[in-house]
């Protein structure tokens, strides 16, 4: 299957730091990247759809200001989160789709985000 | 809107016990079905899919059908071992190719 990679794994930063988390498509090219946010104990929540080329379309809930999302090449799409607070604290997965009939989501192995 | 709904965990079981974890669904049109597996520290897997009613989905032991009948798509295995500890999410994907994920289910399978 396809491999999609995110960096860093984990980072810990002081509350008001900004955060940039990659993914990539190491595999194939990706016109669409998902990133999504869980919390302990809990499932995945879709933030927002990355779209190469276009601005990122972001669900009902989530500020388009706090995370922004770039989606600059078809192998890369970035999270930054700015002036991260504790509660920003998260699991933070990206995913893209292999397209065709099986659209199958491939996805990252999760970024672990600890606010202080 | 769509949603998934599934059994909460943990499931505690003992080795070569039979696993089932529920899994039931609302959704518009005709969605595809899911069961994703995370273990500690990574991402999710795909653990197995069945995109039509009654396709059954089956991988390393585990198989579901999808029921559109009861909007159901339960996991199974008849044998579980301890290396199937790990986090369940069952989910669906609708027309449009977003997804919709349950809670997740952990399993913990003891020696």
């Known amino acids: 299957g396809a491999v999609v990679s995110q960096h860093p794994s984990w980072v810990i930063c002081k509350s008001g730091t900004s955060v940039k988390i990659e993914c990539r498509s190491l595999?194939?090219?990706?016109?669409?990247m998902f990133w999504y946010r869980q919390f302990p104990k809990q499932s995945l929540m879709l933030m927002a759809t990355?779209?190469?080329?276009?601005?990122?379309?972001?669900e009902q809930g989530v500020e388009k200001d706090k995370f922004l999302i770039n989606h600059a090449s078809l192998t890369l799409s970035t999270l930054t989160v700015t002036s991260a607070h504790p509660e920003d604290s998260s699991f933070y997965i990206c995913?893209?789709?292999?397209?065709?009939?099986?659209?199958?989501?491939?996805f990252g192995p999760g970024t672990r985000l600890t606010v202080l | 809107g769509n949603s998934v709904t599934q059994m909460e965990g943990p499931v505690t079981l003992s080795e070569e016990a039979f696993l089932t974890i529920n899994c039931t669904y609302t959704?518009?049109?005709?969605?595809?079905l899911f069961w994703y597996v995370q273990y500690p520290g990574e991402g999710l897997q795909l653990l197995l899919k069945?995109?039509?009613?009654?396709d059954k989905g089956s991988n390393k032991g585990f198989e579901a059908t999808y029921r559109k009948e009861t909007t159901s798509f339960h996991l199974e295995k008849g044998s579980v071992q301890v290396s199937d500890s790990a986090v369940y999410f069952c989910?669906?994907?609708?027309?449009?190719?977003?997804?919709?994920f349950g809670a997740g289910t952990q399993v913990v399978v003891t020696p």
């Open positions: 995913s893209t789709s292999a397209g065709g009939l099986a659209r199958e989501q491939f």
């Open positions: 595999d194939f090219q990706a016109t669409t």
């Open positions: 990355s779209n190469e080329g276009s601005k990122a379309t972001y």
């Open positions: 959704a518009t049109g005709y969605p595809s």
């Open positions: 069945a995109t039509k009613a009654d």
């Open positions: 989910a669906l994907r609708d027309s449009w190719g977003k997804f919709q």
